[in-house]
C-alpha cells in the first residue's frame, strides 16, 4: 500500500511539475509571440491581434486562437480561426514541423479587390522534414481555398546542415539584439555560400480549378479591355516565341485553354549542388529541350 502511495505521489508531483512546466511556457510564449507581432507590425503596418494563446511543452505545439489582422490604414481585412504550430523549438531546427491555419476568410478592401474571395474559407497546411544526419529537408505546402482552387507545392533537398546551423546563428542574433553591423554581414556571407552548397533533388506545384477560378481569371482579363477569347490568342503568340521547353507550353496553352488543372515538376541528378545547378544552367542557355531534359521537366495543364 505504501509503495502505491509513494508511486501515486510521485505521479502527482510529476504531473504537478509538467504542468507548471507548461502554463511557464505557455507565459514565455505569448511574450515571444507578443514581441514578434510588434516586430511585424513596425515592420510592415499589420496588425495582428488574438484572443487566446495556448502551448504544450510535450510535443512543442502552440496555438492562436480568434485572431484578426488588420492593415496599416488601421481595416481589418482578415478573420482566422487559429494558427496551429507543432514541433515549435526555436532553440534548434526540429526534425519535423507543421504549421496549420484553419478557417481564415477575407473582408473589406480584399473582398472588395477579389469578390471571388467573398464567403470562401482558406486552409493552409506546411509541412517540414528535416535529418540533422544527412542534411535532407523537405517541405510541403497545401493551400485550399474554398470553391476557388487548391494549391500544392514541395521542395526537396539536401546538405543543408551548415544552412541550418547558420540560420540558427542569424536568429539568435536578431533576438539578442546584440549584433553589430560587421558581424550580421559576414553570418549573411557565410549564408549565401552554404546555400550556394546545397543540394536540390525535386520541386512540384499544382493549381486545380475548385470552381471558381475561371471566373476570376476572366474578371482580371475583363479589366484590361480583353475578351477571353482575345486572350488565348495573345497568350498563343507569346507562347510561340517564348524560349521556354516545347512540354512547358504545352501545359500553359492546356490550362489557358480548360483551366482544370496545371502540374509542373522537375528532378535534378543525384548529387548536384546549386552552384552545379546555376553553371549547367548558363551553359545550356539557349537550349530549351536540353535544359527541360536535365531537369527531368515535366508539365502538364487542361
Known amino acids: ?4 502511495l509513494t508511486v501515486a505521489a510521485l505521479g502527482a508531483m510529476a504531473f504537478g511539475g509538467y504542468s507548471y512546466a507548461n502554463y511557464y511556457v505557455s507565459k514565455e510564449a505569448r511574450k515571444d509571440v507578443d514581441d514578434y507581432l510588434l516586430q511585424l507590425q513596425a515592420q510592415t503596418g499589420l496588425d495582428v491581434r488574438y484572443k487566446e494563446i495556448s502551448s504544450n511543452l510535450f510535443n512543442q505545439s502552440l496555438a492562436l ?3 484578426a489582422v488588420k492593415g496599416p490604414d488601421g481595416v481589418q481585412f482578415a478573420d482566422i480561426g487559429s494558427i496551429e504550430l507543432d514541433g515549435f523549438n526555436p532553440v534548434q531546427p526540429s526534425d519535423y ?6 478557417d481564415m476568410t477575407f473582408m473589406g478592401p480584399v473582398v472588395v479587390e477579389m469578390q471571388e474571395l467573398d464567403g470562401e474559407r482558406i486552409n493552409v497546411v506546411s509541412e517540414f522534414n528535416y535529418s540533422a544526419d544527412n542534411g535532407d529537408a523537405d517541405t510541403k505546402t497545401v493551400i485550399n481555398a474554398g470553391k476557388l482552387a487548391d494549391v500544392e507545392f514541395s521542395f526537396a533537398m539536401t546538405n543543408s546542415q551548415a544552412l541550418m546551423a547558420l540560420r540558427q546563428q542569424f536568429e539568435e542574433l536578431e533576438q539578442s539584439g546584440q549584433g553589430n553591423l560587421q558581424q550580421q554581414l559576414a553570418l549573411q556571407s557565410q549564408l549565401m555560400a552554404a546555400m550556394t552548397e546545397l543540394v536540390p533533388k525535386s520541386f512540384s ?13 476572366q474578371r ?5 479591355g480583353l475578351t477571353y477569347e482575345q486572350f488565348q490568342q495573345q497568350a498563343q503568340q507569346h507562347l510561340s516565341m517564348s524560349p521556354a521547353p516545347q512540354t512547358l507550353r504545352d501545359a500553359a496553352l492546356g490550362f489557358i485553354e480548360g483551366t482544370e488543372q496545371f502540374k509542373v ?8 549542388t546549386v552552384a552545379q545547378v546555376n553553371e549547367q544552367m548558363m551553359t545550356l542557355m539557349g537550349h530549351p529541350e536540353e535544359l527541360a531534359k536535365y ?3 515535366k508539365a502538364s495543364g487542361k
Open 295 to 297: 531537369f527531368n521537366l
Open 97 to 102: 514541423a507543421r504549421m496549420a491555419i484553419n
Open 220 to 224: 482580371v482579363i475583363a479589366e484590361q
Open 205 to 217: 506545384f499544382k493549381l486545380d480549378n475548385n470552381g471558381k477560378l475561371k471566373d476570376l481569371i
Open 65 to 67: 486562437n480568434s485572431v
Open 265 to 272: 515538376s522537375v528532378s535534378l541528378p543525384e548529387g548536384t
Open 1 to 4: 500500500m505504501k509503495k502505491l
